[in-house]
């Protein structure tokens, strides 16, 4: 089982998403226009000893993988927990090809199951397996030759199919990760406890689930104390974002109150200058230990 | 549970597909799908344990239900919405309601005889940011309201192409109907429908005989002039964004998704808790947390308004009833009748005399 490191770099920063403000979100966008600049944010957070970027599966991302591929020397512990999928890409294919116009446009051009979809005939239990790993691994093929110990699926794919009660999808997600990659699977949910109810009735043991978990319950859907309970419970191996709730927590006081939770393993946090970097890695060695 | 609600939710697209999940996933709701294309069909009743038809017709008539939530195509809301009226189900419909405003306002009196919950998906009314900027309005705390922008742009449509429904004006498709009815409905709740419609132009871009731009100038009785700019073929936006700013003769106000912008010459009685000066409230503090977040907390909260008016039988939605979206569809008529004469619709708006003094109430809202 993967020891995951106390505090991860995440990546919202870098592609113009700020739940506060849109002007915030285009400045950022702005200024995070060449790798060069991202980059520059993750170096810092890497010489600070931050060495896991949790990233989506963005366009953008793949060339931060060739950055890091290209010097094995500079970011020789340097790893990465992909998200996928990039949600607007799949959103924008159904706006403009249709569901299952969508599907195929992912596909192979070649490959058997472009020509299953085309039929437009029903698709065995098999062939929904099967497009299912073909997307994963489609997402994939940017980190090969990277670490990706973890690798996490997206909230909006995640609770989509949690509240369809496709869940079987998880499971399927679940097996190809760890036979195909060798790594941990993850969920980022919204929905935390209802998310870990339904992954042990598919008989998904322990799962790693990144959730909002701050102290003042801001986006923690099902209920504070469904939460806390099913930390305290030792059933789920916790990833938190949003610990400062969209800093309506000051850091201090945020970091503290996370430290003493069980069933937290990391911290998932995203900053663009080097003050709140070093700022947030400071107050979790003061509070959860020094960890890499 | 024995008392829970049984909803299904008609087509499975992308709208369909996120309200299905929210529907399904709420505690008071047994969920039933419904969706004409095979595919979808076949992948889902394989997969998920919920019972899923391919014909409405005969599934309102067999199914036992409560409630249907209509995410279909918008050229069949108007007859399916009949349908379902018609067995005594209470309609969630998604935006835009019909695309006949005569359809929607016979609808809305088939309904409200019935003493049905009957309600459209225009989730912006559930954004805290404009709910703070509908309080806002109300309280008279803007002087009086002149001029207003609202704006809606993002990256549906960048290239021709084939495409689906949404592009092809048979179906219900268009900039007009899919992107500029949320701004248009926001104006609606502010300030009603308005008198006069002018300057209205429907751009194609990239589409064939469809709007992919939209600009029009809207009017109301002793009310403001207001300018709609819409674009769906603007990349430079990630996702959809909806923002409105109004100047009044006490200041001026803007939101978006995020938050809500203040600027106000003098404080107001009517709205406590705001100073001179610049004021800024975020949506993420104005929001009330649900019970299964999936894309927003708004697509959740009109879901579970719907649900608890359905379950609790109070016979009519707490908001975005049928009537208000029918404004918005006779708005939209308004809008499209212009363009298409480059004649001005509807009279021309009375003009209230111009402030000259402290207003009525400024008496009470000049110290602070």
Not at chain 1, 214 to 242: E, H
Request: aromatic share 10%.
């Amino acid at each position: 089982m993967a020891t995951m490191d106390r505090l991860l770099f995440g990546d919202n920063q870098f592609f113009g998403i700020n739940h506060m403000s849109e002007e915030k979100a285009r400045a950022q966008a702005m200024r995070f226009q060449s790798t060069q600049a991202i980059m520059d944010v993750l170096d810092v957070a890497y010489d600070e000893g931050i060495r896991t970027f949790m990233c989506t599966t963005h366009d953008r991302i793949a060339e931060v993988a060739d950055r890091v591929r290209g010097n094995p020397t500079r970011y020789a512990a340097f790893q990465f927990y992909p998200c996928m999928p990039y949600a607007h890409k799949y959103a924008n294919a159904v706006t403009e090809h249709g569901m299952v116009g969508a599907l195929r446009h992912f596909m192979p051009a070649d490959g058997l199951l472009a020509t299953a979809l085309a039929g437009g005939k029903a698709l065995a239990t098999k062939e929904v397996d099967s497009i299912a790993k073909v997307l994963i691994d489609m997402e994939m093929k940017m980190f090969v030759g990277t670490r990706t110990p973890v690798i996490f699926i997206q909230n909006v794919f995640t609770d989509l199919l949690l509240g369809m009660g496709f869940t079987r999808a998880l499971r399927i997600f679940d097996d190809h990760i760890r036979e195909k990659y060798g790594a941990e699977p993850a969920y980022i949910s919204m929905n935390m406890p209802m998310l870990l109810d339904a992954l042990e009735r598919e008989g998904i043991e322990r799962p790693i689930i990144c959730s909002n978990i701050n102290k003042i319950g801001f986006r923690m859907s099902g209920g504070f104390d469904a939460y806390l309970d099913a930390l305290r419970s030792g059933r789920v191996r916790a990833v938190a974002m949003s610990v400062y709730a969209s800093g309506a927590i000051p850091a201090d006081e945020a970091i503290h109150w996370i430290s003493e939770l069980p069933g937290v393993e990391s911290i998932v946090f995203g900053a663009s200058s080097a003050g709140n970097i070093r700022g947030t890695k400071a107050l979790v060695d003061k509070y959860m230990g020094v960890a890499a | 549970m024995t008392d829970r609600i049984r909803i299904a939710v008609v087509g499975l697209g992308k709208m369909g597909l996120s309200h299905f999940a929210m529907v399904n996933a709420h505690p008071r709701v047994e969920a039933v799908g419904c969706d004409g294309a095979g595919f979808m069909v076949d992948v889902l009743s394989r997969n998920i344990s919920v019972p899923i038809h391919r014909d409405y017709q005969t599934m309102i008539a067999k199914e036992r239900l409560d409630a249907v939530v209509i995410a279909t195509p918008s050229r069949l809301h108007a007859p399916m919405v009949t349908a379902a009226l018609e067995q005594g189900l209470h309609v969630f419909c998604e935006k835009p309601f019909c695309l006949d405003w005569q359809d929607s306002e016979r609808l809305t009196k088939v309904a409200t005889d019935k003493g049905l919950v009957a309600q459209v998906g225009y989730h912006y009314r559930y954004v805290g940011a404009f709910q703070e900027m509908k309080r806002i309005v109300d309280s008279g705390a803007l002087g009086r309201i002149t001029h207003v922008l609202a704006e809606a742009y993002g990256p549906v449509v960048l290239r021709p192409k084939r495409g689906t429904w949404r592009t092809q004006k048979s179906e219900g498709g268009g900039c007009l109907y899919d992107y500029a009815a949320h701004p248009i409905n926001l104006l609606n709740w502010f300030f009603g429908t308005p008198s006069r419609v002018s300057g209205s132009v429907l751009t194609p871009i990239y589409s064939e005989g469809i709007d992919d731009q939209v600009t029009a100038t809207l009017g109301w009785d002793n009310g403001p002039t207001a300018q709609l700019s819409v674009n769906w073929s603007d990349e430079s936006h990630r996702k959809m964004t909806t923002r409105i700013t109004m100047i009044g003769t006490n200041g001026r106000l803007f939101a978006d998704r995020q938050e809500c912008q203040l600027f106000l010459r003098a404080s107001d009685l009517a709205l406590p808790g705001y100073q001179a000066g610049w004021n800024l409230r975020y949506t993420t503090d104005l929001t009330q947390d649900v019970w299964f977040y999936l894309r927003g907390e708004e697509y959740s909260a009109q879901l579970a308004d719907f649900i608890t008016a359905v379950a609790e039988r109070r016979g009519a939605a707490a908001e975005n009833d049928f009537a208000s979206a029918a404004q918005t569809d006779r708005t939209m008529a308004m809008v499209i009748a212009n363009a298409e004469t480059g004649a001005p619709v509807g009279a021309p708006p009375l003009v209230a005399k111009p402030a000259n003094g402290p207003r009525k109430r400024g008496w009470f809202a000049r110290g602070a």
